[in-house]
């Protein structure tokens, strides 16, 4: 796949993203690239801006500049199109966006020259049934999560793996994460660190009224599907923490592998063991 159409996606307000934008313009401009530019990026160069989903739909290549929520939002505008991610940390943890500001231009010539490993990071098709009628359908790639939003409520929620009965929690919520969000979300509720090819899905209940109820590790070709009971509370599917819907008593979140992985582009100078001694600051009193 040639990579000479270059879309910037940039984290609104950022000014140290100026820099870094101008310098990948002027990268894609002696390789004789093109370059499509979001409004914030082309607030830099003075240029013509474009909507993200104009970006998605022209970029053979994507260059994030923010921190994780970013590139989430990214790969949400980006949807089934196998468009790899070049993801640049403006923000604090960044396990997403791997790539240190001083490194854009060395990284991105070799992602141009196609010398950059991809990582092909499992997504999620999410969605929601009630009484036989689908309510609507979610790309995830870090977790979806069902969540009671009341106070000193907890919810039960049933869950089958292709079609046989697991258990039913009675928890907070319950998080259906991905490798990829296994640093997320997952990790805060005592889920596992999973490494991005692992291959897997991961349940882990939120705060469960059982100590017997812990994660649960599935393989990734699995197809779940979780049974609502409300409880008198007010339940909510979230996913990737920037989209969803409301549930209620009897709805259905059904739960399988997308055909449509998202392709990140590596760190050229650290590997993934490397970013998360970086990020989790292992070994440090």
Not at 114 to 121: A, Q
Not at 196 to 213: E, K, R, W
Not at 224 to 243: C, F, K, M, N, Y
Request: net charge negative; hydrophobic share 45%; with cysteine.
């Amino acid at each position: 796949m040639s990579l000479d159409r270059v879309g910037i996606f940039s984290k609104p307000g950022r000014k140290e993203a100026g820099g870094a934008v101008q310098q990948i313009a002027a990268c894609v401009a002696s390789l004789g690239g093109e370059l499509f530019c979001d409004a914030s990026s082309a607030a830099f160069l003075g240029t013509r801006s474009l909507s993200w989903s104009e970006i998605a739909e022209q970029a053979d290549l994507a260059v994030v500049l923010g921190g994780d929520g970013t590139l989430l939002s990214v790969a949400r505008a980006i949807g089934p199109r196998p468009i790899p991610i070049l993801g640049v940390n403006l923000g604090t943890l960044g396990f997403l966006t791997e790539v240190r500001i001083e490194e854009v231009v060395p990284a991105l010539e070799l992602a141009l020259a196609g010398k950059l490993e991809t990582s092909e990071r499992l997504r999620l098709d999410v969605g929601v049934v009630r009484d036989g009628t689908s309510l609507g359908r979610f790309l995830a790639l870090n977790e979806a999560v069902i969540a009671n939003t009341a106070l000193s409520r907890m919810i039960d929620l049933t869950a089958t793996a292709d079609g046989d009965a697991v258990t039913t929690f009675h928890a907070d919520g319950l998080i259906i994460a991905t490798p990829t969000g296994s640093t997320a979300y997952s990790l805060s509720a005592g889920g596992p660190l999973l490494l991005p090819g692992s291959g897997v899905v991961v349940l882990t209940p939120i705060c469960p009224h059982s100590l017997t109820q812990r994660p649960f590790v599935f393989p990734q070709s699995v197809h779940l599907e979780i049974r609502v009971e409300a409880r008198g509370g007010h339940v909510s599917l979230t996913v990737d923490g920037q989209e969803g819907i409301d549930l209620t008593d009897g709805d259905l979140v059904q739960v399988q592998p997308s055909a449509h992985p998202l392709r990140i582009l590596a760190s050229p100078t650290r590997n993934h063991f490397e970013i998360l001694r970086e990020k989790l600051r292992w070994g440090e009193r």
